[in-house]
């Protein structure tokens, strides 16, 4: 089945600096890779995605960038504030059209602090 | 306002007694599934649902039941709890025009 590998395990960075966060996945046909933010004591909530067919997404200060031959895909913060402070989680899935539909597989998570 | 919602919140019990945590959408979602949440493991997907009757084992399915009767609920089933059950759960549903998944506020869950 899919593997999903998510470094590093935790990140601290100064507020104002950038975030990057990297995962790495095992099954080639695995085709829709969502992040999620999880606040402390909250559910997750999805903040970007992209499909295979994408190499890179942006939305204002966070940008995911996918390497299919690698098959690594990365989270990318910029400016970072105190409020990004959570845990983030990468996933991956094969389902249908790109889709979350089917099997995700997440990684393990990221615990990120910025720092004032 | 569209949402999923889960019950109970909170649940202790014993081992071996049977219990069903249920979830609802309202979105009119086709897709549904649920996860627990285990420090250090992340999310890890226990069953999901593509549409109603139609299920499938996710990543960690051993000594759950699920079943889909109605479009709108998913409910989870701990046929004989055990202690390594003990976990925070999640249930989600995905759809609409991003086919975004959204999450319910989760249960947590102690089996002593």
């Known amino acids: 089945g899919e593997n999903v590998e998510q470094h590093p395990s935790t990140l601290s960075v100064q507020e104002g600096d950038s975030a990057v966060i990297k995962c790495t996945y095992s099954?080639?046909?695995?085709?829709?890779f969502p992040w999620y933010k999880q606040e402390l004591g909250k559910r997750p909530q999805l903040i970007i995605d992209?499909?295979?067919?994408?190499g890179e997404k942006k939305d204002q200060r966070i940008a995911v960038t996918l390497n299919k031959t690698a098959k690594h895909f990365s989270l990318h913060i910029t400016e970072t504030q105190p409020e990004d402070s959570a845990v983030y989680f990468c996933?991956?899935?094969?389902?249908?059209?790109?889709?979350?539909?089917?099997?995700?597989?997440f990684g393990q998570g990221t615990i990120l602090t910025v720092h004032p | 306002e569209a949402q999923v919602t889960q019950n109970p919140r909170y649940l202790i019990t014993v081992t071996g007694k049977k219990l069903t945590v249920t979830c609802s959408q309202n979105?009119?979602?086709?897709?549904m599934s649920w996860y627990r949440q285990d420090p250090g493991l992340g999310l890890r997907q226990i069953y999901y649902?593509?549409?109603?009757?139609?299920?499938d084992k996710g990543d960690v399915p051993e000594g759950y039941k699920v079943s889909r009767k109605e479009k709108r609920n998913f409910p989870l089933i701990l046929e004989s709890p055990s202690p390594n059950q003990t976990s925070l759960y999640f249930c989600?549903?995905?759809?609409?025009?991003?086919?975004?998944?959204?999450f319910g506020p989760g249960t947590r869950l102690t089996v002593t």
């Open positions: 649902s593509m549409n109603v009757e139609v299920t």
């Open positions: 992209i499909r295979s067919n994408v």
């Open positions: 989600a549903s995905t759809g609409g025009g991003h086919l975004q998944q959204y």
């Open positions: 996933a991956a899935s094969k389902g249908a059209g790109g889709t979350s539909y089917g099997k995700l597989t």
């Open positions: 979105m009119n979602h086709e897709y």
């Open positions: 099954d080639s046909a695995s085709n829709y």
